[in-house]
DNA sequence: CGTATTTGACCAAG
DNA sequence: CTTGGTCAAATACG
């Protein structure tokens, strides 16, 4: 029966983390050269996109290592799928036999629950925004409390690359049109990612325009439910704005890189790190800032990264 | 015809 | 039980 396919797989997947490996190593040496010399200039990859790389290695690592260790069935099932017994329907038996329902599928379906360790960022935007992967959506759910839809998108290069990116966009807000794009893991597929940018805004310049995000717990103590959602309450254009400070938890570690800014904690994890408070920050060309939600949300890991482009 | 989306059922966790 | 995330058959698309 079940032949063993566990030497295989583990040899797989000791390959693809050296894989991975090296490119964080690649990644990290263009980085020392890049801090090393002056500024980057313009054009080139800036430090920010650099330290993505990093941490997409070291993350699809970690992932790739803890999906090996752990003994249960592994995330991606390749091509190694047996339905081969041809005993009528592939599942919905319910109808017909219930006592053999639970246990024929338990192991043909690996199991539904994501990677704690796979990296999270959650994007904000006005509109949809495409970034350069190919992405295939494989499902949409109507979430409680929230007025659109969810819809599940996972890399297109799944199964003939292994790529475990996945991310989920939600329109929240009419009004203004918002849509929060939620990503999960990083890409590690070798994707020609056509469309390098998105972006917005063909309205009006965006030179000196400074955006108000507003974060209210009002919306969260009644009920229950654990996502804290994060509001843009209002947009508007100031001429000039003092300087982006960011007024963060103090138990929260910032790191200023030159393009988009990152707000990473150090490890804490109490529930009210970000409760209320109202952060802004002026931009120019491409604001961004990001900020670690913590545990305080849903089932995010210690590292998760919350940004939010426009 | 192959590939992407739709959609209801399935599954794990709270 | 409910709920969010996923699968996969059916369907749409090119």
Redesign the pocket.
Known sequence: MESITWPENLLHDRKRAIRELIRGRAFTNQLQVMLSGPLPADGSVSAGDLVMKIMGSLSNTISILDSSESDEVS?I?ASS?L?DSPSQ??????DSGQSS??S???D???????RKTSHTSIKLTPNLIDDGH?????????????KHP?????C?H?FDQGCQA?K?VQMTGDEPAMYRT?Y?GFHNCKNLLKAPQIILDSTHPATDSSYLLCFDSDRIEKS????LYSHLVKQEHKQNFPMPDYLMSPDLTTIDSPGPMTVLSPGSDHGDVISSGVYSCTASTHSSFGMDMMGSA??FADDDVFQFDF
């Open positions: 995330q099932p799928r339905l329907d592939g599942r919905k038996s319910e329902k639970t024929a599928y338990k043909r379906r690996g199991c539904y629950k994501r190919a992405w295939r959506k494989y499902g949409q759910k109507v979430i409680l409390n929230a969810r819809n599940y998108y996972r297109t799944k996945t989920q939620t999960h229950s439910d654990h996502s849903v089932d």
